[in-house]
């Protein structure tokens, strides 16, 4: 089964149907991920050691009528098209320098069932060798997006003392080894796609994405859980305290 394939499916059961309520134009939810295949493919780029680099950040312009319709499905579409981006660099052997991020914006010029894509190449932050690395970007940071500011408080094995805040800005946050990954943390016993951390209304979720070496909560280990203030979380040989105000 193809890429495009596997994202109908799970588009499918997402919302039994509710996107094909949704799209009554011309336009559909799997046009916009052939589209992302192409922005990718247009734009790749080989760089030093032979690694093909492409965009992992997606805008998608849409009418006013197309734009209104979306409004409900938007968040949960841009994670499918996240994902669908991931599994397709991953084919074609693509590299990203940062998390992949897709999001919708709308475009008064634009007659409905017609979209536009821009793209660009966003760094994404690093903890390694004891320090948070963030993105050199022209980009402002959203700050205090989430009730109780939500952050992550980073140590190592080797500097357990030296922690590093983490603020989560956005509704999911991709926690592992890859390039791709929101919080790449440089350690040989991160999975390459780690655990996800999920903003659910007032809930922030924990969920292991299957890890090679596990995730584990104050010293249990865990596929999935709600986090509190204070809780400890290990992958690898690095800890994240999370935190809320």
Do not use: W
């Amino acid at each position: 089964m193809g890429v495009l394939q596997r994202f109908e499916r799970r588009l499918e059961g997402l919302v039994e149907g509710a996107f094909a309520r949704a799209f009554k134009s011309d336009l559909q939810p799997v046009e916009v991920a052939s589209a992302i295949q192409r922005e990718m493919d247009e734009r790749a780029a080989i760089v030093a050691q032979g690694r093909t680099l492409v965009p992992n950040d997606f805008v998608v312009e849409l009418s006013a009528t197309d734009s209104d319709r979306l409004e409900v499905y938007a968040d949960s579409l841009s994670h499918e098209l996240a994902n669908l981006a991931r599994e397709y660099a991953k084919e074609q052997g693509y590299s990203f320098v940062g998390p992949v991020r897709v999001r919708f914006e709308r475009a008064d010029d634009l007659a409905v069932g017609l979209f536009r894509i821009r793209s660009g190449v966003i760094r994404g932050a690093t903890v390694e060798q004891d320090e948070i690395r963030q993105p050199v970007t022209d980009m402002p940071q959203p700050r205090g997006m989430f009730p109780g500011r939500p952050r992550l408080l980073v140590s190592t094995q080797d500097d357990p003392q030296g922690q590093r805040s983490y603020e989560l800005t956005t509704p999911v946050t991709l926690l592992g080894r890859g390039t791709d990954c929101d919080l790449r943390l440089v350690d040989p016993g991160v999975s390459r796609h780690h655990a996800e951390l999920r903003v659910e209304g007032q809930q922030v979720i924990l969920v292991d994405l299957g890890s090679t070496n596990g995730t584990f909560v104050n010293g249990q280990p865990v596929r999935r859980v709600e986090l509190t203030d204070g809780t400890r979380v290990t992958l690898g040989r690095t800890t994240l305290v999370f935190r809320r105000d």
